[in-house]
């Protein structure tokens, strides 16, 4: 009777380690397809991006490896524009390997051997045949609302935001990319 009650115990402990909801994704990504550039209609605030005020984009370009080259670039408050390089892939521990969950890492290539320089990046939903993407992170920590055209569809914008609400993203903190012409 002990056994069966510290076994009981140890998957109830187990269970609350479990993930409580599990972020749901996009199902059959074409990388190919989501290469090209995007522009930031929303994001929720974050430190890596906390000089951009204005023209956040990101270039995605297929790499012969079966990698992404990522360009990240910002127009600063004081009118300088940024840029990041990096590197996404799918995430290999996923089975079966599944496009809409990345990882992407813009530290140096020497240290991509250490799991701690990728992030997620999770392809929620597209919309408008890839004319629009929702992507964060797991922990709801990370939110984006991507489009081709720098002045997205409000309506299709909101729509996206009102999804990522239902997947448990505190969108009420959303900032919004400011395009210039």
Not at 140 to 150: G, H, I, Q
């Amino acid at each position: 009777m002990k056994k069966v009650l510290l076994g009981l115990g140890a998957v109830l402990a187990l269970a609350g380690c479990a993930p409580q909801n599990t972020l749901v994704v996009q199902n059959d990504v074409d990388l190919n397809q989501y290469m090209g550039t995007w522009h930031e209609q929303v994001r929720l605030p974050n430190r890596f991006q906390k000089k951009c005020a204005a023209d956040v984009a990101a270039h995605y370009e297929r790499l012969a490896d079966g990698t992404v080259a990522v360009t990240n670039q910002c127009v600063t408050k004081d009118g300088e524009l940024t840029k990041a390089e990096g590197q996404a892939r799918p995430q290999t521990d996923q089975k079966p390997i599944n496009n809409a969950i990345l990882e992407v890492r813009f530290a140096p290539k020497w240290l991509s051997w250490l799991p701690s320089v990728w992030g997620d990046y999770w392809i929620m939903r597209i919309a408008g045949d890839y004319e629009y993407s929702l992507v964060g992170t797991p922990d709801r920590d990370y939110l984006w609302v991507l489009s081709r055209e720098k002045n997205a569809d409000p309506a299709i914008v909101q729509e996206l935001l009102e999804y990522a609400g239902e997947q448990g993203f505190d969108i009420q903190n959303v900032v919004s990319n400011q395009p210039t012409n």
